[in-house]
C-alpha cells in the first residue's frame, strides 16, 4: 500500500482536539468531501460525550481544507453521533443516516439528517430512520447504518443491541 507520507490525513487540530474518526467521502466534480466524527469533550456537561461531525473539502485527495461542525448537536438529545453514511439523491439534495447517543444511560438510535448542498443540515431523528422494536435483537439499541442503493432500492444495514453482538440486520428504507 502506498501512503503519502508518515502522518494523517487529517490530525488532532484545535477544531478536532480529541480524536477523529468515521470518515465518509464523496467524490465530486471539484474534488471531495469528507465528513468525519470529531471528539470534541469527554463529557458535555451531562455526563456523555460530544463527538460531532465535520466536514472538509479537497481539490486532490490529500490537502484537505476543514469547514467545521456539518450537522449541528442538540445536548441532551443528539450529542454522540457516529458512523455516517452520506448519500445524494438525483434531485442533488443530500441524505446522511448515523447513529446518536442523547444522554447517559441511554443506547445509540439510527438519526437522519437532510440537506440541500452538503453544508448546512437539518437534523431529524424520526423521520427517516429505524427505531427499536418492542422485542428481539434490535429491542434495545439500532446503530452503526451502512445505507447503499441497489436495484433500484435504498437499504441500510445496521447493527441491534450490544453494539451488534449477535449480527447486523437488513432493513428496506421507504421513499
Request: hydrophobic content about 40%; proline content about 4%; glycine content about 12%.
Amino acid at each position: 500500500m502506498l501512503l503519502a507520507d508518515d502522518g494523517p490525513l487529517l490530525g488532532a487540530s484545535p477544531q478536532d482536539p480529541i480524536s477523529l474518526s468515521y470518515p465518509w467521502v464523496v467524490s465530486t466534480r471539484d474534488g471531495f468531501i469528507i465528513w468525519y466524527g470529531s471528539t470534541v469533550a469527554w463529557d458535555a456537561g451531562n455526563g456523555e460525550m460530544l463527538h460531532v461531525f465535520n466536514r472538509a473539502t479537497s481539490s486532490d485527495g490529500m490537502v484537505w481544507a476543514r469547514e467545521g461542525q456539518a450537522v449541528t448537536h442538540s445536548l441532551g438529545d443528539a450529542q454522540a453521533f457516529s458512523r455516517p453514511t452520506v448519500l445524494r439523491r438525483d434531485s442533488g439534495e443530500w441524505d446522511m443516516w448515523f447513529s446518536y447517543r442523547a444522554a447517559p444511560g441511554r443506547s445509540y438510535r439510527i438519526g437522519h439528517a437532510a440537506s440541500r448542498d452538503g453544508c448546512d443540515w437539518t437534523l431529524d431523528l424520526v423521520g427517516a430512520v429505524i427505531d427499536v422494536f418492542e422485542t428481539g435483537w434490535d429491542s434495545q439499541m439500532t446503530c452503526y447504518p451502512f445505507v447503499f442503493d441497489h436495484d433500484g432500492k435504498r437499504y441500510m444495514l445496521y447493527n441491534g443491541n450490544g453494539y451488534g453482538r449477535t449480527g447486523f440486520g437488513l432493513a428496506v428504507l421507504d421513499g
